[in-house]
């Protein structure tokens, strides 16, 4: 079955024990034999906790995290335990990233004159992932420069670029109260006590543009607020190309282009992402040419879904590229998430599941907490899926069967997660939320709480203009119609409620074989099938079989994954 996690899970245990997870396999046990080989007296109880939390994640089925239990089993007091925990976790992320078994990014000089290679050294840490280490780092420059009883204009420059750092760090956190402290830190610098060189002068005007951008797009996102961001991206984007700083030129079009994307208006982001291909090819900027170009590939994508393929392959290069060489952690992450949306239409397999939980590990690992626990929630919602109905073949129509244990266990799942994820701001993500529990019902059957699928249903639809344009629409339009077409048949004959619906069901096929549709159509299969056997009119069934075949021909592979999944599962 499925992990369960009650309310105290997605707190400093849960957090613990994703962020331990999220280093791969692999560099655990090395570093694990690392320290046994080194001292293992020394090391003695970080070698306990790990066998301890090795041991949890091996289980299929994971029990509370008892921390009294382990406190015992170690054999230390409670506050040396959570010391413990935090330098494991410090320990192990420096191995991951740096290969040093222990914290020389830590032990930086902290004389004035070392600011300067300081900042340098904690450039290359960010740029290799370790963003909350180069926090840590960062507030200690901060501190020692603002130490000082005589500011000069290179201080001030080098605080612009920690609060750049900052305003960025926290946006991503969520934390709006430690990102309007950072942001007005940044606005209260004595800009008009010094002198500053051209450069100079660009580099504030765009740190001040980014912070502005953020500030106006931080939780909940009106029209005007959107076009603020842009219109800051923009400009700082001219700035830094009329003073040669090419990477911030780049990084403004990156954030302008997805503004564009998310908000519809495909045709000037294409635009947008085609100068910053062109002008990374000229300047032979490698990182900046693969995301820019994966960029474009999934606009292209989203009008023509023939090349999935194609994509999908050239997405995995140049994500083992980002990997192999890091350069920058929101290129990397956007590689990731268009390759795993490419991978999802061109069929839900190993490699799907694979990048999914790479996708959550990421995010933990580069200390993205809420996108992280969300995306650890939809993982947790697939694997539900997953085993909630499981297809198979009967006489050589594929087909859709429900586990009514997994369908309860997974909607008290969900209620829990509508607690913990009511907070977020995030129209995707609530979307994402209201979607599963709309679903959840629909699985009922007949036995479906109308009333309680309605409910949602209006919550989605308060939201649906805002939805951003990586969300499937018509998979939402699909539940809908056969939520529809289902109550009906609690009070009609069958047939009378399928005439009544045809007209709606015959433009529903034609919307879903189109060359357009850039996702898997296996879920709208299995709603429209599951309906089809309800309703049980032969002209509906055929309809069904006939989409079938089409999604055969157009989406090989599909089916063929999601029957290999039961076929494991019952050996």
């Known amino acids: 079955m499925i992990n369960q996690y009650n309310k105290s899970s997605i707190t400093v245990d849960f957090r613990f024990i994703q962020q331990y997870k999220a280093i791969p396999e692999n560099c655990r046990m090395e570093f694990y034999y690392l320290l046994k080989w080194k001292n293992p007296v020394k090391f003695e109880k970080r070698i306990k906790l790990i066998e301890i939390v090795e041991r949890y994640l091996s289980l299929k089925i994971k029990p509370k995290w008892q921390n009294e239990l382990v406190i015992k089993k170690i054999g230390t007091s409670r506050d040396s335990y959570y010391c413990l925990k935090s330098r494991l976790l410090k320990s192990i992320r420096e191995f991951y990233f740096t290969g040093k078994l222990e914290g020389a990014f830590n032990k930086a000089k902290r004389k004035s004159d070392d600011i300067g290679n300081a900042i340098k050294s904690i450039r290359s840490k960010a740029s290799l992932g370790m963003v909350r280490e180069a926090k840590t780092a960062l507030y200690r420059c901060e501190k020692q ?127 947008i992402f085609t100068e910053a291909l062109r002008f990374s090819q000229l300047r032979k900027m490698k990182s900046e040419k693969n995301i820019f170009h994966t960029k474009l590939m999934l606009l292209d994508f989203l009008k023509d879904n023939s090349k999935a393929n194609e994509y999908m392959a050239q997405s995995g290069k140049y994500y083992d590229d980002a990997i192999n060489h890091p350069y920058d952690v929101d290129y990397t992450m956007h590689i990731l998430f268009h390759y795993l949306r490419f991978t999802s239409f061109c069929g839900y397999g190993e490699k799907f599941k694979f990048l999914s939980e790479e996708l959550v590990n990421r995010l933990f690992l580069y200390s993205r907490k809420a996108d992280a626990v969300f995306r650890w929630y939809a993982l947790e919602a697939d694997k539900y899926i997953e085993e909630m109905y499981y297809w198979h073949e009967e006489d050589t129509n594929i087909k859709v069967n429900v586990n009514k244990g997994v369908l309860d266990a997974f909607e008290n799942f969900n209620y829990g997660a509508l607690l913990q994820f009511g907070k977020f701001y995030s129209y995707d993500q609530l979307s994402f939320v209201y979607n599963t529990q709309i679903e959840l019902e629909f699985w009922k059957g007949r036995k479906c709480n109308f009333e309680n699928a309605h409910y949602y249903i209006n919550k989605m639809k308060r939201i649906e203009k805002k939805i951003s344009s990586y969300s499937n629409t018509e998979m939402v339009n699909t539940l809908k119609l056969c939520l529809k077409i289902m109550e009906e048949s609690m009070y009609k004959k069958d047939e009378d409620v399928f005439v009544k619906f045809l007209p709606e069901i015959k433009a529903l096929f034609n919307k879903l074989q189109s060359r357009e549709k850039n996702y898997n159509l296996s879920t709208e299969y299995s709603f429209l099938s599951f309906t089809a056997e309800i309703l049980n009119v032969n002209e509906f069934l055929l309809m069904v079989k006939s989409f079938e075949k089409w999604i055969r021909i157009n989406q090989p592979g599909n089916f063929e994954a999601l029957l290999e999944i039961n076929r494991r599962r019952v050996v």
């Open 145 to 271: 420069i603002r130490q000082k009883t005589d500011l000069t204009s290179k201080d001030v420059i080098i605080l612009t670029e920690i609060y750049e750092f900052l305003v960025v760090y926290y946006h991503r956190q969520r934390n709006k109260a430690a990102f309007n402290t950072i942001n007005k830190k940044l606005s209260l610098l004595p800009f008009n006590r010094f002198k500053f060189d051209k450069t100079e002068k660009a580099l504030i005007s765009i740190r001040k543009n980014i912070a502005n951008a953020f500030s106006e797009i931080f939780l909940v996102r009106s029209g005007k607020s959107t076009e603020t961001a842009l219109n800051n991206y923009l400009k700082a984007s001219k700035i830094a190309k009329q003073n040669g700083l090419d990477k911030y030129y780049l990084k403004m079009l990156f954030y302008a282009g997805n503004i564009l994307h998310e908000t519809g208006r495909v045709a000037k982001a294409y635009e």
